[in-house]
């Protein structure tokens, strides 16, 4: 189509630029929430595939472990208890149950298939890389499934990152996001202060659930943003 004497940007020209500004926040959350975690994911997968060592991660682990004490004891296997069974297990099936008992089919599904898809990804990748737990010293609460990567570690990710989408056109953005990686962060410590993960399990854990989270996003929210009425 050619341009008019009035409007000399063509029409197909102008279209594309207004498409691209409103969609360049997809291609920023593409680059950042799945092909740079992703990236990161696959170099710790294959040091590990090749049962290579990361030099910071016995570094880590024992100024973690310099840290011990049995107050903080205590409180990190707390904290390590509600990044799993006590909290983000039962936060993940109420947070399903509430959205699809509110009839928000499409955030209910994106939730569903984001934990579940997060915990099936996890429970495959264990056996297939096949790390053992670190052996530095006897932890206070013991793990005998392989290590990476670290199922704390994604499934809490996989939580704060569902959360943070849903609340991303709302108010709550930024007191979710901040808690949430406080969240985040809290259960990774708690995992390599008790010397059941190495720090590249909990890295790769936040990667692979990051990932997945926001390439499933992309996905089924590609056209609306949560919370539209229309579409439903």
């Not at 990152?161 to 809290?186: K, S």
Request: aromatic letters at 14%; a positive charge.
């Amino acid at each position: 189509m050619r341009a008019s004497a009035d409007n000399p940007i063509p029409e197909e020209a102008a279209g594309f630029r207004h498409w691209l500004r409103r969609n360049s926040w997809r291609f920023v959350l593409l680059f950042v929430g799945v092909l740079l975690p992703l990236a990161v994911f696959v170099a710790l997968a294959d040091e590990i595939h090749e049962f290579e060592a990361f030099h910071f991660d016995h570094a880590l682990l024992w100024r973690m472990h310099a840290m011990a004490s049995p107050r903080l004891d205590a409180g990190v296997v707390w904290i390590s208890r509600l990044g799993y069974q006590w909290g983000v297990i039962p936060l993940d099936m109420l947070l399903v149950a509430l959205l699809l008992a509110r009839r928000h089919w499409r955030e209910g599904s994106f939730a569903a298939i984001a934990v579940v898809g997060s915990a099936l990804l996890n429970l495959a990748s264990k056996p297939f890389f096949q790390r053992d737990r670190p052996g530095l010293w006897e932890s206070i609460a013991p793990e005998s499934s392989f290590s990476f990567p670290s199922g704390h570690a994604m499934g809490s990710m996989t939580l704060v990152a569902i959360l943070v989408l849903l609340a991303w056109p709302t108010c709550w953005r930024w007191p979710v996001l901040l808690l949430g990686a406080l969240f985040a962060v809290l259960v990774g410590f708690s995992r390599v202060y008790l010397g059941v993960h190495y720090p590249s399990d909990i890295l790769g854990g936040w990667c692979a659930g990051l990932a997945w989270v926001v390439g499933v996003y992309l996905l089924l929210f590609r056209r609306r943003a949560p919370w539209s009425a229309i579409g439903r």
